[in-house]
């Protein structure tokens, strides 16, 4: 039998996840933004998730740093690549309820990532505040990840939010990145 998921645990287990990631960026002082499934929630239609995805600037140095903070909240991680610009962390912990909490965070190592952190947009999600990345960067970060749920998120961006993207933007960053092909075969399939 399928387990019902209350939408009250859903708002507990991911509030307390992005205290913890959240606290733990702002004593750094870094610069961070919600990404993935949680933000294409918050900018076109929920989706299921099991993780909180941010992008953060921060030196190597500082990246320890967090890595040492969040272990103080009971995190392992995992670190792909070196410290700092281009780096992926990924943090687990269970918690006393028995509930997984994963954080992935990719350290901001391209122009692109350090642009989209400047265009983040501060939000109110599950009364915190945070700062989001926009329609136009979601959809770069998905094209150029690629995978199938990745793609099919682009659809929903660019249908919630059509008429309102920067669509000049979209193409100049999608040429960039060599994704362009994969965003007009969405734009195409949903008709943006």
């Not at 990631?21 to 076109?44: D, H, N, P, Q, W």
């Not at 770069?140 to 749920?149: D, E, P, S, T, Y």
């Amino acid at each position: 039998m399928a387990r019902r998921h209350d939408p009250s645990e859903f708002q507990r287990v991911f509030g307390e996840t992005l205290d913890d990631a959240t606290s733990g960026f702002e004593a750094l002082g870094a610069r961070y933004m919600l990404i993935g499934g949680l933000a294409v929630g918050i900018r076109s239609r929920e989706r299921a998730t099991r993780d909180v995805d941010f992008s953060l600037a921060a030196s190597p140095a500082e990246t320890d740093r967090l890595i040492a903070a969040m272990a103080g909240r009971g995190y392992s991680s995992r670190l792909h690549g070196a410290a700092g610009p281009g780096a992926v962390v990924r943090f687990h912990r269970v918690s006393e309820d028995g509930i997984d909490r994963w954080i992935d965070v990719l350290v901001a190592g391209t122009e692109f990532e350090e642009e989209a952190l400047g265009r983040a947009l501060p939000v109110r999600f599950l009364g915190r505040d945070l700062r989001v990345a926009t329609a136009e960067d979601l959809i770069v970060f998905k094209l150029i990840a690629g995978r199938l749920q990745d793609l099919a998120d682009v659809g929903a961006l660019i249908e919630d939010n059509a008429g309102a993207l920067d669509q000049g933007y979209l193409d100049r960053k999608s040429d960039e990145w060599g994704v362009r092909e994969a965003l007009d075969r969405v734009r195409a399939a949903v008709g943006g």
